[in-house]
């Protein structure tokens, strides 16, 4: 039983669950696989939707999706044995009449239902209401066999329904929740003339003017009512809509969210890093000036600004910590590239790390076409890389004789021993997780101060007073997933953002077809007269499941098929699953245009390059995400020639699924993707693991609540600035242990 004795706010709340009345060592445990500890976890582990067992619906007002108590007559039970077993009754509550049907059940039920009906007994009974093929129905219904005409008990409160885990039964929740609200509410009420005792076990850390000021209703009150909403509330308002009393709550979860991010930026921006000198008389060498000079085109507006916005934050002595936005084919490489010189040219390593061997092969090509003429070394290091070549690799890493250091996930791993590394970018971070971005700054920091107090020439003098300190890298982070600039405040509240709104001149926009697979024979056709026109072409096969081994059959797979239908086309085929040197070899010679058709899995979706292919194919274009589909895109349209994807569709598809497709005929747009993207499969899928705790808050929605950040935003700087003792319990109340990366 709860400890009826109140002693401190702190000590009642925190006190584990297993005070709780059901709640034995081993409860504990399955609690604690969702995070749930203390009575205060219990208090704020909100309810996902509800069940209305407040009152009796009668039969002829049931509505078909919709779930609902019901009670009456037991007039037939009958077991049937079709494909298999089935137990059927059917009830008749006076204003009409239900089916329920059990596919599951055993023997005993069966009889005492029978028994049931022979003695004219009723049942209480609840579930969802389905459309059956005679009358309505339920299946596998919770019910209670009663008396006739039975005066039945209904619940005083709507019945939550929570998030849970395997183990841990929605009824053990439920159960444990109810004890801490009832004690909350009897303290509630009790005190409402004292000074209220409940309000003081659930400290309210918003300051009360700034409650007033923005007419939130008080904590404890806004928590009793989600946990146990009166019969009379509105569910859909309260599930997501307007509720006052939800829109209390989500408000404080997204400032505790935004708080945190705060934090975490200021936290990484009190380390040390070195600031970069820009003025070029004090570098030996002018890399970056060189650099720009033999490319062969002008950056573009947008990508200059960005690069002067990097500039300004390397020239600081605590660790940049940027974001770049651009979509596809916006040309981050380059910007990139400029960024690693400024580090290389003050003595630094820069590292770049890419999601996939095919892109982290290519920037490899890239940066050593680029960096080579200017006496630069660059190391490479993948998970595929041979032991020798691998050994030599991380030498030149650990003696400093690699200025630029590219690789995959590898880069991370223990034996990686950076000699100074003074630029840390990721490429495509939604393809990351926030750890191993962590890890990669981890890294440069705990092997930068050298032992032998080695620095950069032109750092000899700061190294001399900070031998003990701790230097941390810059950062530099790449992403083609735009956001769109509420929902980049709230889950880039950590970094800075820079965006490249600019594509490179020249292009033409690639024109969207959407066609029914049925049409593939001519969609062939075309392909075929293209090639033999001296076009280039990707074929890329999908597949639903992230299998890795099955997309690659059915790559090679459609890779003999094609060849055997296109016998005078030179076809190639690259898969994730090909070696290294392979997959290598293919992507040369596409490039070299010795292959016109390319058949490839969506290992191509990020960053590959090839300017002269404008065609491209994507089948089962309806089982990938929309932000995924323009990523694909994005490869062709990189020349001057007009390009074209076809999305082809596996038939029947949906009304839905078909319009889908078609927001991408309509828009080249990335921004404009995205946001459609983001209405339709919600932030965790499409920013992928990194937005993991918005993706779990216990009750605010970013894209549903969106039209509170701005305002979410202004106060969490308000009590950053005023009331700084709030925000560690605001964030511990509300995001706890789960957000580790803030320790980082
Ligand atoms: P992404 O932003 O998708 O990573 P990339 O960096 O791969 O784009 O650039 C796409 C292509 O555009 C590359 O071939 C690159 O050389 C080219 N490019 C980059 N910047 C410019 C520019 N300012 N003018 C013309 N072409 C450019
Ligand atoms: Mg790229």
């Known amino acids: 039983m709860l400890h009826e004795k109140i002693s401190t706010e702190e000590s009642w709340l925190e006190q584990s669950i297993i005070v709780l009345k059901g709640v034995g060592d081993k409860m504990l445990e399955r609690f604690a696989r969702r995070s749930l500890y203390s009575l205060n976890d219990l208090l704020f582990h909100l309810p996902i939707k509800y069940q209305d067992k407040t009152r009796v619906v009668p039969i002829s007002e049931l509505r078909i999706g919709e779930s609902a108590l019901v009670t009456g007559e037991l007039v037939q039970c009958k077991t049937q044995y079709a494909r298999r077993a089935m137990l059927n009754c059917t009830i008749n509550d006076g204003s009409g009449v239900i089916n329920l049907r059990f596919f599951h059940f055993n023997k005993q039920q069966a009889t005492s239902l029978a028994f049931a009906l022979e003695q004219?007994?009723?049942?209480?009974?609840?579930?969802?209401?389905?459309?059956?093929?005679?009358?309505?129905?339920?299946?596998?219904?919770?019910?209670?066999?009663?008396?006739?005409?039975?005066?039945?008990?209904?619940?005083?409160?709507?019945?939550?329904?929570y998030p849970t885990t395997d183990g841990l039964s929605q009824l053990a929740l439920r159960n444990a929740i109810a004890q801490v609200i009832e004690y909350l509410k009897r303290h509630n009420i009790d005190a409402e003339h004292s000074a209220s005792i409940a309000d003081e076990l659930v400290h309210d850390l918003l300051p009360s003017s700034i409650r007033q000021q923005l007419k939130l209703p008080p904590l404890l009150q806004a928590l009793i009512y989600l946990h146990a909403p009166p019969p009379d509330c509105a569910v859909f308002e309260l599930i997501e809509g307007d509720d006052p009393?939800?829109?209390?709550?989500?408000?404080?979860?997204?400032?505790?969210?935004?708080?945190?991010?705060?934090?975490?930026?200021q936290k990484q921006r009190q380390h040390l890093s070195y600031a970069f000198h820009s003025a070029s008389?004090?570098?030996?060498?002018?890399?970056?000036?060189?650099?720009?000079?033999?490319?062969?085109?002008?950056?573009?507006?947008?990508?200059?600004?960005?690069?002067?916005?990097?500039?300004?934050?390397?020239?600081?002595?605590?660790?940049?910590?940027?974001?770049?936005?651009?979509?596809?084919?916006?040309?981050?490489?380059?910007?990139?590239?400029?960024?690693?010189?400024?580090?290389?040219?003050?003595?630094?390593?820069?590292?770049?790390?890419?999601?996939?061997?095919?892109?982290a092969e290519q920037h490899r090509n890239n940066f050593q076409q680029w960096f080579e003429p200017l006496g630069l070394n660059v190391a490479w290091l993948s998970g595929k890389s041979k032991v020798k070549q691998r050994r030599e690799a991380l030498k030149s890493i650990a003696d400093g004789s690699a200025h630029m250091i590219i690789g995959t996930h590898a880069l991370f791993q223990a034996e990686v021993v950076f000699n100074h590394l003074g630029l840390a970018i990721i490429d495509e971070q939604h393809r990351f997780g926030v750890h191993q971005r962590l890890a990669l700054l981890q890294k440069g920091q705990e092997l930068h101060v050298d032992k032998n107090?080695?620095?950069?020439?032109?750092?000899?003098?700061?190294?001399?007073?900070?031998?003990?300190?701790?230097?941390?890298?810059?950062?530099?982070?790449?992403?083609?997933?735009p956001i769109p600039r509420t929902l980049a405040m709230t889950a880039y509240a950590d970094l800075d953002c820079s965006i490249i709104d600019e594509l490179p001149p020249g292009r033409t926009p690639v024109e969207t077809v959407v066609l029914s697979e049925q049409r593939r024979e001519a969609v062939l056709q075309r392909v075929h007269q293209a090639c033999l026109n001296g076009r280039q072409a990707y074929w890329v096969c999908t597949l639903i499941e992230e299998s890795e081994v099955l997309q690659c059959q059915a790559a090679e797979q459609t890779h003999e098929l094609l060849s055997n239908q296109l016998p005078d086309l030179s076809i190639g085929l690259v898969h994730g699953?090909?070696?290294?040197?392979?997959?290598?070899?293919?992507?040369?010679?596409?490039?070299?245009?010795?292959?016109?058709?390319?058949?490839?899995?969506?290992?191509?979706?990020?960053g590959v390059d090839v300017p002269n292919a404008s065609l491209m194919i994507i089948e089962n274009a309806e089982r990938l995400g929309l932000s995924q589909l323009h990523?694909?895109?994005?490869?062709?349209?990189?020349?001057?020639?007009?390009?074209?994807?076809?999305?082809?569709?596996?038939?029947?598809?949906?009304?839905?699924?078909?319009?889908?497709?078609?927001?991408?005929?309509?828009?080249?747009?990335?921004?404009?993707?995205?946001?459609?993207?983001?209405?339709?499969?919600?932030?965790?899928?499409?920013?992928?693991?990194?937005?993991?705790?918005?993706?779990?808050?216990?009750?605010?929605?970013?894209?549903?609540?969106?039209?509170?950040?701005?305002?979410?935003?202004?106060?969490?700087?308000?009590?950053?600035?005023?009331?700084?003792?709030?925000?560690?319990?605001?964030?511990?109340?509300?995001?706890?242990?789960?957000?580790?990366?803030?320790?980082?």
């Open 245 to 265: 009393y939800r829109q209390s709550l989500v408000f404080e979860e997204l400032l505790a969210h935004q708080l945190s991010m705060k934090c975490a930026y």
């Open 577 to 606: 699953r090909m070696k290294t040197d392979e997959k290598k070899a293919v992507m040369q010679s596409f490039k070299k245009a010795e292959i016109s058709l390319l058949i490839a899995t969506t290992v191509i979706e990020v």
């Open 281 to 359: 008389k004090q570098l030996k060498n002018h890399y970056r000036q060189l650099f720009i000079e033999q490319l062969p085109f002008k950056l573009t507006s947008a990508q200059s600004r960005v690069i002067a916005e990097i500039a300004t934050d390397v020239q600081q002595p605590h660790p940049m910590q940027r974001l770049v936005q651009g979509d596809v084919g916006s040309g981050k490489t380059v910007v990139a590239a400029l960024a690693a010189l400024y580090a290389i040219e003050n003595g630094f390593q820069a590292a770049l790390m890419a999601p996939t061997e095919l892109l």
């Open 631 to 744: 990523q694909l895109r994005g490869r062709v349209g990189r020349g001057s020639q007009s390009s074209a994807c076809v999305l082809m569709y596996g038939s029947p598809l949906s009304k839905n699924g078909k319009a889908r497709l078609m927001t991408l005929r309509e828009t080249n747009d990335g921004f404009e993707v995205a946001r459609k993207d983001l209405a339709l499969r919600g932030p965790g899928e499409v920013l992928g693991t990194r937005q993991t705790g918005l993706a779990e808050m216990k009750i605010a929605d970013i894209i549903r609540d969106q039209h509170l950040i701005s305002r979410v935003n202004e106060l969490a700087q308000t009590l950053i600035n005023d009331y700084p003792e709030t925000v560690e319990p605001l964030i511990k109340r509300w995001i706890g242990k789960k957000m580790d990366y803030q320790n980082v």
């Open 453 to 481: 107090g080695f620095r950069p020439d032109n750092k000899q003098s700061q190294s001399d007073n900070k031998q003990h300190q701790e230097f941390y890298p810059h950062q530099l982070i790449m992403t083609a997933t």
């Open 120 to 161: 004219g007994k009723w049942l209480r009974f609840f579930g969802e209401v389905k459309r059956g093929r005679r009358s309505l129905e339920m299946i596998h219904p919770e019910y209670r066999i009663i008396e006739a005409h039975q005066l039945i008990q209904v619940d005083e409160t709507l019945t939550p329904i």
